[in-house]
Structures are given as structure tokens and as C-alpha cells.
């Protein structure tokens, strides 16, 4: 069985090379991440190119989601090779974007005397460091270690969500997003989120003629608004290490399986990021923690798994995606594919739109249950903006699931979506029956089916139809 869950692999310093991106596609990376709080636009969007690049010589469809800062409030840059701060080390935060030393780490949010009170803990870099607000001290704040570790580069700092006065996206975040629209970007990831509204003021065009929105629930505002956010945008992200400062740790898993429920619910891609495998920005090998992790990710049913840190830092980017993808197919393996019906029969699943969108609601649903009970070996989906292959993925189907498009958008933009593997399906015109014909011929010669096979298919009645309105079971000639 092929892998269902999908790898996103965040690109930094020790990925951007060509060679080493091609590897990393070839391994199994199938959505590119290009953090923009990172590094400067001019290389962001030269990264982007050499993806593009990399893609076409590996010859793999390749997703690229840019993820936008947001109102993140980071620490100034630390010394080369990091600092380690021991616990009951005194230092002060100072608000301001220069260098951070092992006595004054700046801090870049304005607000930081007026936002954070004495008593208050801050987080940096998803927990490694904790450090409690002991006193004000004229323009700082006189903090102390409660919990040591390793800082390097530009680490998160976590203030409250509840006490941030900055919008989201912010301006910085709409002229990064520009950029990256003109150039074709396929998703971007939208920062800080905590309600709908965040949402819709991202401001582009409807996918697929513009970007895949993701929203990042990050935030107890989003838990709290979790549904409205899940129906404004086109994917999510389970963000959990911001997640786990806003609440108490021993909650974190139960909300990772909220989350990922209502997505599956509303038909919407969920990704779950944040330390899967951390240890392996170092390491050869991940934990045995981590393997676990990533496993019960997919039997959650993420859609797709995340890398940060570990490949964009790390040591050994290629191998790293390597390990997340034998991992993430063997958990795909004991998947729980006839027990997912009962499951998703309780999560409430609810029409993710309406009208025509009802239509292929029940279309997926008959094509999953036909194609279960006639042993087919392949559902193929014709669907110009890909939403009848999100929908259908609802159903965890153990039948493969090939999404053919006619918009080179769309094929990207279904390597986030569990289970389908994107085919690009040349625009001939003509009846649907022909694109049916020319779609069954592509997935033969690619050996994804064979003569002899049944295959259920799924499409429009014709080339301008909104709603998928036809399902037929085809014996492979």
C-alpha cells in the first residue's frame, strides 16, 4: 500500500540547496513549508523557484505553502551556536529587534511592558525555556530561569493570546503574502488566528485561482471559535507548540483529537505540526516517543504530518523525511479503514457547503461504498477545484484515490490531501466521457491501474458543471 499521509517539510538553511530539495521530494516530502519569520523575502522567493525546479527534475507534484509570521512575538537573534540558559539564571527582556546576549534578550513586541505583568511565564522556542517575570525594571523586565535549556536563532516567545492588541494577518504578513501570489504560491498558512473573521481578511481569490488558506489553531480564541474557523478556511494546522503554552500540556492530546475530528468533519485538510521529530535535528534516529507520535497522528487521521526544525536546521534533511515517511506509511498500514465508518458516522459529518456542494457530498459517499463493495482498485476523481477529492478523503477510503485536474493549481494543491495522489489531466475538451477515457489511459500507463480492473469514477456531467453529478464503475478494458 502506498502511503496515504502526506509529509510537509519545512525548507531553511540546511535544505535550500538544489540537490538536497530534489532528495527531499524523491524521499517522500510532498508539500514544501517556507517559514516567513525566517530569513529575508528576496531568499524566501528564491526558495520558492529552486522548489519549483527541484519538483520538475524529480518529477513529483509538489505543493509550496508559505507560512506567514503573523503577530508572533520573537527574541532577537542569539549568538552563533546558541546559548544555553541554566535554571535560576537572571537576566531582563527588553523590547527591541537587535542581538540577544546571556544577560538582555530583546524582544520584538512593542507592548511587552505594557502586555506582560510580574508573575507572568514566558515560553521561548515551544517550551525549551521558561522563565518567570520576577519585577519591572525601568525600560525591562527582570525575569528569571525556571526552566533551562538551548536558544538559538530567532525563537517564538509566547505572551498570552488573550493579551496581544495585534491583528491578524498583520500588514507585514498582506505585503509578504503579495509576493508570493504574483509568483503562483499553491497554500499559505495564516498565523495567530482566533476567529473566522482572521480568516477572511487574508483577502485573496477562492482557491484554486488563488492560495489554499490554512488556518493555524494556535490560540484558545481558535479552540473556542473552532468551527466558524474550520468552515472559513481551506486547510488547517494543528500548531501545538503555542497550542501547549495556552493550555495546561495534559490537555494537548485530547485537543489535537478535537481538532482534527472537526476538520475531518467539515471535509477540510488537518495538518499536525510542531516536534515530531525533533531529536533528529541531532540525532540519526528519532525517539521512540516520536515514532509513537507520528503514528498516532495518522490513526487520528491527520491528513498530513508536519517537519520544522528537523529538516530546516537539521543535519540530515533528506534522511529525516525518509524516517517520516516510513514511519508515517507503516502507521498508514494498520490504519483502522473498516472501523472509520462508525467513527465517522459519530463526528456529526456535516455538508461542507451547499447546493451543488451537497450534491457531490452524496456522490463521494455513494462512490466510497461502491467502491468498497465492488473491490475496486482505484477511485478516480475529475474535479477542476479538488473539492470533490477532499470530500471523498473524508471517508478514509482503503481504495486508493487518484485526483485528476485539468489546473495545475488544483494538482498541487492536492498533495496536502490524505490518501490522493494528484495527476494532471490535459484540457482536451469534448464530452465527459472523453476526459473519463483520457483519465482512466493516464492511470493505466502510470501502472496505478491495470487492465481488467474496476475502477469507480467520479466527475461532472459536463465540462461546466459546479457539482460532481456522476459516478460510474468502469471495467479497465
Not at 508570493?180 to 487574508?202: E, I, K, L, T, Y
Request: net charge negative; aromatic share 4%; glycine share 10%.
Amino acid at each position: 500500500m502506498a502511503r496515504r499521509t502526506k509529509i510537509v517539510a519545512t525548507i531553511g538553511p540546511a535544505s535550500e540547496s538544489p540537490t538536497v530539495m530534489q532528495r527531499m521530494v524523491e524521499a517522500g516530502m510532498d508539500v514544501a513549508r517556507l517559514g516567513l519569520a525566517h530569513d529575508t523575502l528576496d531568499l524566501q522567493i528564491e526558495r520558492y523557484f529552486r522548489l519549483r525546479a527541484a519538483a520538475e527534475a524529480a518529477g513529483r507534484p509538489l505543493g509550496i505553502l508559505v507560512d506567514l509570521p503573523g503577530p508572533k512575538v520573537r527574541a532577537g537573534s542569539f549568538p552563533d551556536g546558541g546559548l544555553d540558559l541554566a535554571e535560576g539564571q537572571h537576566l531582563r527582556l527588553t523590547p527591541g529587534t537587535g542581538h540577544s546576549t546571556a544577560e538582555v534578550v530583546e524582544v520584538d513586541y512593542e507592548g511587552l511592558l505594557d502586555d506582560v505583568q510580574v508573575g507572568d511565564s514566558l515560553m521561548f522556542g515551544d517550551g525549551s525555556v521558561v522563565v518567570a517575570v520576577r519585577d519591572r525594571d525601568g525600560d525591562g523586565l527582570a525575569v528569571e530561569v525556571d526552566h533551562g535549556g538551548h536558544l538559538e536563532g530567532r525563537p517564538g516567545v509566547h505572551v498570552p493570546s488573550d493579551r496581544l492588541r495585534v491583528p491578524t494577518p498583520t500588514s507585514a504578513d498582506l505585503r509578504m503574502l503579495d509576493a508570493f501570489v504574483d509568483v503562483g504560491v499553491d497554500m499559505v498558512a495564516v498565523s495567530f488566528v482566533r476567529s473566522a473573521h482572521d480568516v477572511r481578511r487574508v483577502g485573496t481569490e477562492p482557491h484554486p485561482r488563488g492560495p489554499l488558506v490554512i488556518a493555524k489553531v494556535e490560540t484558545r480564541a481558535a479552540v473556542e471559535n473552532l468551527e466558524g474557523i474550520v468552515a472559513a478556511s481551506g486547510a488547517i494546522m494543528v500548531a501545538r507548540g503555542d497550542l501547549g503554552a495556552e493550555f495546561p500540556i495534559e490537555e494537548l492530546p485530547h485537543l489535537q483529537k478535537r481538532i482534527i475530528r472537526k476538520c475531518i468533519a467539515l471535509g477540510r485538510p488537518v495538518i499536525t505540526a510542531t516536534q515530531m521529530l525533533e531529536s533528529m535535528i541531532h540525532a540519526a534516529t528519532p525517539t521512540r516517543a516520536e515514532a509513537s507520535d507520528v503514528a498516532n497522528a495518522v490513526f487520528d487521521g491527520s491528513s498530513a504530518v508536519m517537519l520544522s526544525g528537523e529538516t530546516a536546521i537539521g543535519h540530515d534533511p533528506v534522511g529525516t523525511v525518509r524516517t517520516m515517511a516510513r514511519i508515517a506509511g507503516r502507521a498508514d498500514q494498520e490504519f483502522d479503514y473498516s472501523g472509520w465508518a462508525p467513527q465517522l458516522s459519530q463526528l456529526n459529518v456535516v455538508t461542507p457547503g451547499a447546493g451543488d456542494a451537497q450534491v457531490t457530498d452524496a456522490m463521494t459517499m455513494a462512490a466510497w461504498r461502491a467502491a468498497t463493495e465492488a473491490r475496486a482498485s482505484a477511485i478516480l476523481c475529475l474535479s477542476r477545484t479538488g473539492f470533490t477529492v477532499r470530500v471523498i478523503a473524508r471517508f478514509r477510503p482503503q481504495t486508493k484515490i487518484l485526483g485528476f485536474s485539468t489546473d495545475e493549481r488544483t494538482v498541487r494543491q492536492l498533495t496536502l490531501s490524505w490518501g490522493a495522489t494528484p495527476i494532471a489531466l490535459p484540457e482536451r475538451g469534448g464530452e465527459t466521457h472523453t476526459q473519463i477515457e483520457a483519465a482512466i489511459e493516464i492511470a493505466r500507463a502510470r501502472g496505478e491501474i491495470r487492465s481488467g480492473d474496476t475502477v469507480a469514477v467520479l466527475a461532472g456531467t459536463h465540462g461546466g458543471s459546479t457539482a460532481t453529478d456522476q459516478l460510474r464503475l468502469v471495467h479497465v478494458p
